[in-house]
């Protein structure tokens, strides 16, 4: 037999409660303000939350659990909807004076019943009596009862303190949870016997919902727009390992990324140096490891020429021009001939050194490094006529300098042409990138015999101190909606490669997350970023119709690739945003496995755990999310 509902619980003290609910206004509602209520108790400080509490709330506050039931006061007492409240990390205590001198002069707030007002389906939708054994059925609202839940209900407060049920039990972010009109009841096996049913923080919740900017996203079916921009990734200067990327070889596998830029080819791998009699000597098998390595990963490498080998350079420094250009000429031709030749790899793009523009990377001046383009460029070609050289790769965006190098490509006399532009992006807000985009189409009419490609051969968030991120963003949530905004805003400005940078950090004995640019840790383990990417890349080529308003710094994408619609949402913005989601008819019935990622959820550089938890499963017909500032959403139908 199921057990009874107490019937205490459920006689004379039900009605006041029920006439309570019915005759009190709704926030917000236009009344005369109250009277000031009477002195309960004296306030009392918190200083973990720097609040004090009222003390109109301090006697109710004790007497039916304190602490342990409500949490800390999160803020003032202050008027609402015509009455005096004061949130706590779990509830909204409320006085209500036309109660006073009964039990239920401070009584909770419906926070339950307000934030799933939006939710119907699954656990939410009405169930029949005896649809689960052992449980007591609550006529009422339709929902079930039992086991710890009940025993907490019951041992706690009950109808008077959390209302009814309103959901099922389910599992949702992880958590064993039940809603109730004022509450949601969550079981923590792994805390204290005592502490395992304890209350959900919608106090918190509430009020950051109150501060979150309201968002809408609306999909449409169609018609699809194509998908311009190809992502490719970037990787160089980590290690000189040849096995250095091995551990990455399946995680980027699963990207299907079709180019992986590499850098530092002459100064990492040991590739060349002169024998006695001064002649060239090359020994290729740790550049082969890596270039396998990036063909295991379902990729082709895009070979960026750097740097100065200490067998070509005035004083050993590889950022010094090479001593002489016709040595240069033959390591660039026999680079070309070991990879398109010998071996038949038909390696296609070929990138002239990297972000010459720095003092850190580049001791020639801007004359000589256009001549080193000019002699890598007719290197690559007297091997292989059909590959495609290119070049700056600019650190520093500077339209001038793009300029200067476009105009010398033109010269008569000058070995001639571009196949690709490229340059490098850390930190920029998107629209600065756009703009970028801008400036060099605008650039290029200018040049109307030069038709390359443009490439943004590295970017990413911000760089901080000693070569990392910053704030270590790289390994965040909120690295990964900066790129997707990123990718985003290069896509639709119609640029034609973009290359993360990187792939993988390097090794650190601080530990696994220092802010290093990889997606991967030195030792494999993801991060966010790494997900957003995979996200990003199986939404497919075609991206559907998605109209965006509120929240600025609010994203979204949306495909349906073979039939299973796929939604990535990211809110790179300073302000918390409350986002509605509507679909298309056909979409809207579906139910989606929801992941997030932010602060709390999915956050390795904290917890140290990569191990992705999906976040919920909704009906399409409920997507509605609290969206923090750096999160990143992926919703997928089934």
Not at 313 to 325: A, E, H, K, N, R
Not at 457 to 471: C, K, L, Q
Not at 537 to 552: C, E, K, M, T
Request: with cysteine.
């Amino acid at each position: 037999m199921p057990p009874k509902l107490p019937r205490y619980r459920t006689a004379g003290l039900l009605g006041l409660v029920l006439l309570a609910t019915l005759i009190r206004p709704a926030p917000g509602s236009s009344q005369a303000a109250p009277a000031a209520p009477p002195a309960a108790g004296e306030p009392r400080f918190y200083a973990p939350t720097g609040q004090t509490l009222d003390g109109a709330f301090t006697a109710f506050y004790d007497s039916h659990g304190g602490l342990a039931v409500f949490g800390y006061p999160i803020d003032a007492a202050h008027q609402e909807g015509g009455y005096l409240v004061q949130y706590s990390e779990r509830e909204r205590l409320e006085y209500h004076p036309e109660y006073a001198g009964t039990p239920f002069a401070v009584l909770l707030g419906r926070l339950g019943a307000g934030l799933t007002a939006d939710r119907a389906d699954g656990p939410f939708a009405p169930v029949a009596p005896g649809s689960t054994a052992g449980m007591a059925y609550v006529p009422q609202t339709h929902h079930q009862l039992g086991g710890r839940f009940l025993t907490y209900w019951q041992a706690e407060g009950g109808l008077a303190l959390f209302g009814y049920p309103i959901s099922e039990e389910f599992v949702e972010d992880g958590v064993r949870q039940q809603w109730f009109e004022r509450a949601r009841f969550e079981y923590h096996p792994e805390l204290p016997a005592a502490f395992q049913v304890s209350l959900g923080l919608l106090g918190r919740e509430i009020v950051a919902r109150q501060a979150a900017t309201p968002g809408a996203i609306a999909v449409a079916a169609g018609p699809p727009r194509p998908r311009h921009l190809q992502l490719g990734l970037a990787q160089g200067g980590e290690s000189p390992e040849p096995g250095f990327l091995h551990n990455a070889v399946p995680l980027i596998g699963a990207l299907g990324v079709s180019l992986i830029r590499l850098d530092n080819l002459y100064t990492s791998y040991h590739v060349v140096t002169r024998d006695a009699s001064g002649h060239l000597v090359y020994n290729w098998s740790a550049l082969d490891q890596v270039v396998d390595d990036v063909r295991a990963m379902g990729a082709q490498p895009l070979m960026c020429l750097s740097y100065t080998p200490p067998a070509l350079s005035p004083d050993g420094s590889p950022i010094q021009p090479p001593t002489s250009l016709d040595d240069w000429r033959q390591l660039v031709q026999a680079t070309v001939r070991h990879f398109n030749i010998d071996r038949g790899l038909g390696i296609q793009y070929w990138e002239v050194w990297n972000e010459p523009d720095q003092w850190g990377f580049w001791r020639g001046s801007w004359p000589d490094y256009l001549q080193l383009y000019d002699v890598t460029r007719e290197a690559v070609h007297a091997v292989d006529p059909q590959a495609r050289v290119g070049g700056p790769a600019r650190a520093n965006f500077d339209p001038g300098a793009l300029n200067w190098f476009l105009s010398h490509q033109e010269q008569p006399g000058s070995a001639g042409g571009v196949d690709f532009l490229s340059w490098h992006a850390y930190g920029f807000a998107p629209q600065s990138i756009a703009d970028q985009i801008g400036t060099v189409r605008n650039l290029l009419a200018t040049h109307p015999t030069l038709r390359p490609e443009l490439a943004i051969t590295e970017f990413n968030v911000t760089p901080g101190d000693g070569d990392t991120s910053i704030a270590h963003l790289s390994d965040t949530s909120q690295g990964a909606a900066f790129v997707l905004a990123e990718l985003n805003a290069m896509d639709r400005a119609g640029l034609d490669r973009a290359f993360l940078f990187e792939i993988k950090d390097g090794y650190n004995p601080q530990g696994a997350y220092w802010g290093r640019w990889g997606m991967i840790t030195n030792d494999g383990h993801t991060k966010p970023v790494y997900h957003a990417i995979r996200a990003y890349q199986d939404l497919g080529a075609q991206r559907l119709p998605v109209q965006i308003s509120g929240g600025p710094g609010v994203g979204a994408l949306a495909a349906a690739p073979g039939g299973q619609p796929r939604l990535l949402l990211w809110n790179n913005g300073p302000a918390a945003v409350h986002a509605q989601i509507s679909l298309p008819p056909d979409w809207a019935g579906r139910t989606y496995s929801v992941t997030l990622f932010d602060s709390t959820h999915n956050n390795p550089q904290v917890t140290g755990d990569d191990r992705v938890s999906p976040y919920a499963a909704r009906l399409g017909s409920g997507l509605i999310f609290d969206l923090a500032p750096g999160s990143v959403l992926i919703a997928t139908g089934q």
